[in-house]
């Protein structure tokens, strides 16, 4: 979604899309409120500081009552119709919460809360069937070489210990 005034590019760049001037100012407003929100979570997991959430949370307040006031809430029919084809029109949605009327119970806790914390690697564990266990959910394989260290059963002795630890089929 972006383009010159009144017309914007279509599903493939050489079939832009004509639309109202209302239209395209929905569809600019949100595309604002798009890359604010992916700051926002771009932010949290790469573990800003406070302040910067902070920042960006105020910027997506300010931008969201704006967009609200003029065009009302992001999952209106006309916005809907404006964006829905934007993939992320559904991450925009997530901002309201509503109640069973379809009427703004409040606006998400990404406004004033921190909802996503910064990955942190697990650099040690205390046994084997721990370091097997981080090895599957940090890479969805048993990797010797990243399993990370476990000083109670040092790499020579992991074999033994999962074999003695987990069941045998």
């Known amino acids: 979604h972006c383009g010159r ?9 050489h079939a832009p899309v004509e639309v109202s001037v209302t239209a395209e100012n929905r569809i600019r407003g949100m595309i604002e409120l798009r890359e604010c929100v992916r700051r ?42 404006a964006f829905s084809e934007d993939s992320s029109y559904c991450l925009l949605c997530s901002l309201e919460v509503l109640d069973e009327q379809g009427s703004l119970k409040r606006k998400a806790d990404m ?20 370091a097997l266990a981080v090895s599957i959910a940090e890479k969805a394989c048993v ?3 990243y399993m990370p260290s476990c ?12 074999r003695r630890d987990l069941p045998q089929h």
């Open 40 to 81: 926002l979570i771009e932010y949290q997991t790469e573990g800003y500081p406070d302040e910067d959430i902070k920042a960006g949370q105020e910027k997506l307040n300010s931008l969201y009552d704006s967009f609200t006031r003029k065009y009302g809430l992001i999952s209106s029919r006309g916005n809907k119709l």
């Open 143 to 145: 990797d010797l070489d």
């Open 111 to 130: 406004f004033t809360k921190r909802t996503i914390r910064p990955h942190v690697a697990v650099t040690s564990v205390d046994t084997a069937s721990e």
């Open 5 to 13: 005034a009144g017309v914007l590019p279509g599903k493939q760049p």
């Open 151 to 162: 000083p109670a059963n040092p790499r020579r002795n992991w074999r033994a210990s999962l």
